[in-house]
């Protein structure tokens, strides 16, 4: 059975960078079928695509978020990890990673979301 | 705003069919099969239940299907139960102006 599990820092400071990773256990960050992204939910508020990597080197980003963003993966760790730089209040959101079948943004298999919130 | 636009509520009683839409523009709904639903309850991570429109992950149950037609594609719940009760949020694929995932605002679903 598939699992996604986030990590990372609950609190950060406005203008530094939000690190978060996530471990996948039942499948594997190399593979050449599944995508793996990350899509974050501001409290109260709808949803928001950040963007996915596949086969560890292709990315793919949400372009509103204006080159803020880094995906990469950790083969050796079966993890693959999101970096969101210049931070502000803006950025406070549960941050769910996910796995993407390929289809166009279909992600069929998620953690349970980690609550960021940005703040001095 | 969210790119796409859903209504922000729908309600109806157990036993009915409740229909939410999703509209976006020629250059992601209504340009790609490629729409899909997810249901989210209160704390939870949001779940797949309709993905290229009209398909069901195994699991989903067969009173949710999909629909699309031009720019607007729909989600209809038929025989509706409490714990449909939920927030519903459609996302469609794009690639202006590169590739990625748009998400509509979302409609919360009352069950009465």
């Known amino acids: 059975q598939l699992q996604l599990q986030e990590s990372g820092p609950g609190l950060v400071k406005p203008s530094e960078t939000l690190s978060l990773t996530c471990t996948v256990s039942g499948d594997s960050v190399s593979s050449r079928i599944y995508y793996w992204g990350w899509i974050r939910q501001p409290p109260g508020k709808g949803l928001e695509w950040i963007g996915s990597?596949?086969?560890?080197?292709?990315?793919y980003y949400n372009p509103s978020l204006k080159g803020r963003v880094t995906i990469s993966t950790d083969t050796s760790k079966n993890q693959f990890s999101l970096r969101l730089s210049s931070v502000t209040a803006a950025d406070t959101a549960v941050y769910y990673c996910?796995?993407?079948?390929?289809?166009?943004?279909?992600?069929?298999?998620w953690g349970q979301g980690t609550l960021v919130t940005v703040s001095s | 705003q969210s790119a796409l636009t859903q209504p922000a509520s729908v309600s109806g009683s157990p036993g009915q069919t409740v229909t939410i839409s999703c509209t976006g523009t020629s250059s992601d709904v209504g340009a790609y099969n490629l729409v899909c639903w997810y249901q989210q309850h209160p704390g939870k991570a949001p779940k797949l239940i309709i993905y290229a429109v009209n398909n069901r992950p195994s699991g989903t149950s067969t009173r949710f299907s999909g629909s699309k037609s031009g720019n607007t594609a729909s989600l209809t719940i038929t025989g509706l139960q409490a714990e449909d009760e939920g927030d519903y949020y459609c996302s469609s694929h794009t690639r202006i102006p590169s590739p990625h995932v748009l998400f509509g605002g979302g409609t919360k679903l009352t069950v009465l």
């Open positions: 996910t796995r993407d079948t390929g289809s166009g943004g279909t992600n069929d298999y």
């Open positions: 990597i596949y086969s560890g080197v292709t990315t």
